[in-house]
Structure formats: C-alpha cells, structure tokens
C-alpha cells in the first residue's frame, strides 16, 4: 500500500518510512518529545491551547470542530478529574489513516496527547481503540511502556510537575463507539448508546467529569503545532483549516494508500488521477465518495474539469464533504444502486438501536432493497427511500441516523438511471 | 444490529446459570487486575475482561458471565446486557478460527464475493456457520479499516490483505 505526502512536506507522515519508527530511540532521533520538553519548559496550558487556536487545526474525526476552541471549553475552575479520550474507534468505511498513523508512529500519539493532557490538566487518559485493531492495542502499549521507562510518562514528567498516565482501551465492534458520547458510555462499560448533548463532554463527559474527546489524527498534529508555532501550522493550510490532512484512498484506483496533502489541495481530479495513479484496469471513473461512507456520493462529471478544492468548503462546494478523508473511488462497472444497498446494510447493522427512526428507518430501507432485488421493484421505489431518508434525516438522537440518510438521498438523486434499471419493469408477476 | 441478534436469540430462551462461577489461573487473574488497575471505576474494565474470558473459554459462557458479575460487583444481567450489544463479543461457542470477512463497499468491489465464495466452498460451510469438527467459523463482517488493501479477512485477531482466491487457499491450508 502507497504511504506518501503530496504538495507539501510530510508531517504527520514523516517518519512513516524510516526503520523502526515505532521506537522511541527513532522517533526521538527525528525529533520526538522535542516539543512536550517546550510545553513543559516555557509554556502555560493557555499558551498551547491559544497556540492550537491559532494553528486553525479542525477535528480530523468527521465533524471539523476547531480543536483550539474544543479546549478551551473545558472549565479550569472545575475541581473534579479531567479526560483526554483518544477516538481509535476508526470504523468509518474507506478510512484507515489513523491505522497507519498508531501502526508506524504510536509516539507521536503518545506526545500529541501529553500535551493535549497538560492544556486540560488532565491527569489519567484513554485511547480507545476498536476492538479488530487488537494488534495496535498492543503496539500502542509497548510504546507506552517504553515512554514509562524513559520518564515520559507516569510521575514527574521529565522531572517537571507534570504527572499524567496514558492507557489502552477496547472497544469490542460496534460503529457507533465512534461517536464520541456513545465512546464514552462504552468506556464506561455500558452499551454504546449515544448521550444528549448538551451537556458536551467538555463539560460533563467521562464519568461526569470535563473530558475531550479527539480523533487520533487531530492528537498527532499537535507536537508539530508546538514546534513550529501555531500561525505557521495554519500558513501550511488554509485560512479556516489549517496544516495538512491525512486522506485514506480506496477503490478502483491503481495506487490506493494513504496520503497527506495540505488542506486545500488543488484539486481532487489530479489527486485521484495522477497522485494515485488513476482509475485500475484502463476504466473511467464513475463516483467517488471522499469523506467515508457517510457523506454525499459525486459523479465523475462532479470532479472532472472542476477543480474542486480538497479542505472543508471545497468539498462542500463541490457537492460533498470532507468527513473522514476517505475516499471510496468506483469505475464503471460499479452499480450505484449495489453500492447504495451495500453502505445501507452497513448503518442498518450499525445502528444502535436508541431510537426509532434510525433503527426501524434503516431496517425498512434494507427491506426495500432487498424487495427490488427480489424482482419486486416499484416505478415509486426512488421516491419512498426518499421518503423515509426524511424520517431519518434531522429527526434522530444522534448523526448516525443524518449518516446513513447522506449516501441514500445522494445516489438517488445523483444516479436516478441506476436505480431507474432496477425500479421499472423489474416486478416479475 | 442484524448480527447481534442472531447472539441475542438463545438468550431469550432460558439460559442455565451455574452455581459456579468460572475460575482461572494466576497469570490470567494478574492480568485482570491490571485492566482494572487503569479505571477508577470497575465497570470500565467490561470489555477487556469479556475478552479476555473469551480467550480462555471460547466464548463468553454462562460461568464467565457469572465469573464477571463477581468481579465487577454487578448483576448478571448487567453483563449480558452489554455483551449483546457488541458483535465482537461471543455469546456462544465459535470455531478455533474465527474467520471474518469484510463485505463492506471497498472491499466487495474489489472481489469480496470470490474470497466468500472461495472460503466457504473450501470449508463447506456458509456464512454464520461452523464446521462439525469446531475448527472454522466463517462471518461476514463490516469495514475493518483494510479498505486500502482490500479484499481482507481478519481470522482471529490476524489481518490478511489483498487477497485472491489461490492466497485464501494457502492461507487456510497453513493453519496448524
Ligand atoms: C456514527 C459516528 C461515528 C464516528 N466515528 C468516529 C471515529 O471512528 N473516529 C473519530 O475520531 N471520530 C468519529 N466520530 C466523530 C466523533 O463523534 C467526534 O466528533 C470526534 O471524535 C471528535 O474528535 P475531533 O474533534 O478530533 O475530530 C463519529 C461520529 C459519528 C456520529
Ligand atoms: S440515530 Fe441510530 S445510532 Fe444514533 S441513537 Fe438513534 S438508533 Fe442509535
Ligand atoms: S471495506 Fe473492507 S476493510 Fe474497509
């Protein structure tokens, strides 16, 4: 699989390829923990959290929440424990990047979180991880045991004040752990049932207690943010997003991979046919969904000739969003109408069951197609998923439910012949 | 949740609890005091210990939920409750390979339906089922963040990618 920075020098990537780079001794030959020493000799925690405002870092989980202004809720004056919560979960189809990012480099994890822990003052902290990725459960504890040793972790912080410990946690295969309250109940040992927000965690999360929940790529840009200060991180990118995004790539292209390329890259046709090598076996492109399976699908004619910017507006611009950064690239022989009923059966197994629209809406969706593949299809097929998409959309407890509406009301609308060939005439009587 | 209900149905029948709860060794005790060691709060500590009963037992069994109640001071209901909701939690016995297969988007237009097809005619069962001698079962899973290197199966905790029919072959054929 293709690893590789495009249009900018790698950060988050950097030390990807070298021998060893989840040892400690290489990833402080490359300058590693060089910045939780600059936080701990010369800074407050309000000077990372106003260094990260600047730096414009949004959340890389799937919402972009600016991750300096997510800090900064969390209540100083609050005398109970604070949190920092590291989202592993990465269950989202076609993305894998925060895989690679624990695989290759478990310290610059380890250090985006310290840092994140002395801003909020928090002194015990999680990474969740979903259960399939048992084996960077492990790589993820070797390295914390070897940062143990080496003083960078546990008490008195290299010989500072600071005291946090960092542990590993399970989850156990269930999508909606990713959502950051449904995390948190499951951290707690309950099901993963999603909370009413408000109370955001940063008030009241784990255990009751301030917690920040952030997505392992969003932690790992941090020690860079420290180093080169947080305006230059920002120049790396936009105005409204800064530095670099890491984007998982896969589908029908000939060199899928993950790839980090500034934010607002221009533009997502060179990206997929030139960076990545373009569309396998010599076919055309068909859709791509760019942000994991809960975003809007785009047709080729979308991409093609429209330079569409890859950051946050660009996408949304060019009809989709930035989610999870990952793109699911299909050629022509794809059928949207089976991709469609394939990422359905996805949230309808995923729902958690909570409430009523998501869980009946998206087991009566699986329900009509499978009557049309049956050979049961109706001319107004189309129009009743639309339908029930509106029952879903807006109308539940958590975005799961927007999610699963998303790919549906998108490949309709977008691909009507596709389900057209499937609706009309296909009733076998 | 389609999966998690096929693990819920033998529970709404009558499960038998036994008197007695599972016991085990010292190392696997000291190990379960270490996860418990990282919570300020014992029910935390669910998920990894069901997966470490799992380990030791199979799958989660009525002595391992009794074992666990008796651990974390909750109710037995308290951990079916949460075992039922996660897919990777074991509820009744699986084959000594645990062998999923992701049906997710990248991975089925990549060629998951010739790696289905290739397990299950070699292991003569479909998927869901085990074979007669316990060694094998095969599930179809969702996206397991393989997709770059797609089509994938994970059996047990192990990933194999990229795979093609003639690889499912020799990788089934070099399990011991
Ligand atoms: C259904 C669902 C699944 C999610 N899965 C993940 C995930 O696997 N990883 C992740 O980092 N965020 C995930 N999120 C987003 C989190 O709720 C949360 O916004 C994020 O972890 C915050 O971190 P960030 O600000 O660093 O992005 C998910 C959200 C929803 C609604
Ligand atoms: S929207 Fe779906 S996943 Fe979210 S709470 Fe409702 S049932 Fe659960
Ligand atoms: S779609 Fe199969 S691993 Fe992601």
């Not at chain 1, 399976?293 to 946050?312: F, L, T």
Request: some cysteine.
């Amino acid at each position: 699989m293709h690893i590789e920075a495009i249009g900018c020098e790698p950060l988050q990537l950097r030390r990807v390829h070298l021998e060893n780079s989840r040892t400690l001794e290489v990833y402080r030959r490359n300058g590693g923990y060089e910045a939780i020493k600059k936080v701990l000799d010369s800074m407050s925690p309000d000077d990372v959290i106003n260094d990260v405002k600047k730096s414009a870092l949004r959340g890389r989980g799937g919402a972009g929440f600016p991750t300096g202004l997510k800090w900064s809720f969390v209540p100083k004056d609050s005398p109970k424990p604070k949190y920092v919560v590291c989202n592993a979960d990465e269950s989202e189809p076609g993305t894998f990047k925060d895989r690679y990012l624990m695989e290759r480099d478990p310290h610059m994890l380890i250090e985006g979180m310290l840092i994140a822990a002395y801003a909020l003052g928090a002194k015990t902290n999680y990474i969740y991880t979903r259960g399939e990725y048992r084996y960077l459960i492990d790589i993820m504890d070797q390295a914390l045991a070897e940062a143990r040793a080496a003083g960078l972790l546990g008490e008195k912080i290299l010989g500072t004040d600071f005291s946090c410990e960092i542990y590993t946690h399970t989850g156990a295969g269930a999508y909606i752990c990713g959502e950051e309250t449904a995390l948190l109940s499951s951290l707690e040992g309950m099901r993963g049932h999603p909370r009413m927000k408000p109370p955001f965690p940063a008030v009241s999360g784990l255990y009751a207690c301030p917690t920040v929940v952030n997505n392992v790529e969003t932690l790992t840009a941090v020690p860079d943010i420290i180093k080169m200060g947080g305006e230059a991180y920002q120049k790396l990118g936009t105005e409204k997003s800064g530095g670099t995004k890491v984007w998982s790539v896969s589908g029908h292209v000939n060199r899928p991979g993950v790839y980090e390329l500034p934010m607002g890259y221009d533009d997502m046709e060179k990206f997929i046919m030139e960076d990545c090598g373009g569309i396998a076996n010599g076919r055309q492109l068909k859709a791509v969904i760019p942000g994991g399976s809960s975003v809007y699908i785009m047709r080729a004619e979308a991409v093609i000739g429209k330079d569409v910017r890859m950051d946050y507006e660009g996408l949304v611009a060019g009809g989709s969003s930035v989610g999870s950064g990952g793109f699911i690239v299909m050629d022509d022989t794809v059928d949207i109408f089976e991709s469609t009923k394939n990422l359905t059966e996805f949230y309808k197994h995923e729902s958690c069951g909570w409430c009523t629209p998501c869980r009946e809406g998206t087991d009566w969706l699986v329900k009509i197609f499978k009557r049309i593949d049956n050979g049961g299809g109706r001319a107004d097929d189309a129009q009743l998923m639309l339908d029930l998409c509106d029952n879903i959309e807006g109308k539940s407890f958590c975005p799961l439910g927007d999610a699963a509406a998303w790919p549906i009301q998108s490949a309709v609308k977008r691909f009507p012949e596709d389900f057209a060939k499937h609706l009309v005439g296909s009733r076998k009587e | 949740m389609s999966q998690q209900l096929t693990q819920i149905r033998p529970l709404s029948q009558p499960v038998h609890m036994p008197d007695e709860p599972a016991t085990f060794s010292a190392a696997v005790e000291a190990e379960i005091d270490g996860h418990l060691a990282k919570y300020p709060v014992k029910r935390s500590a669910i998920l990894p210990l069901m997966f470490i009963v799992q380990r030791e037992r199979g799958y989660l069994d009525p002595a391992g939920v009794l074992y666990l109640a008796n651990r974390l001071a909750l109710r037995v209901t308290d951990i079916w409750e949460v075992a039922t909701f996660y897919s990777m939690i074991q509820t009744r016995p699986v084959g000594k390979y645990h062998i999923q297969i992701c049906k997710t988007l990248s991975c089925k237009i990549l060629g998951e339906p010739l790696i289905t097809e290739r397990v299950c005619k070699k292991l003569g069962i479909k998927p869901g089922e085990t074979t007669a001698d316990g060694r094998f079962t095969v599930s179809m899973v969702e996206c397991l963040g393989s997709c770059g290197t797609a089509p994938m199966f994970q059996i047990n905790f192990d990933y194999h990618e990229n795979l093609t029919p003639e690889k499912v072959d020799r990788i089934l054929d070099s399990l011991p």
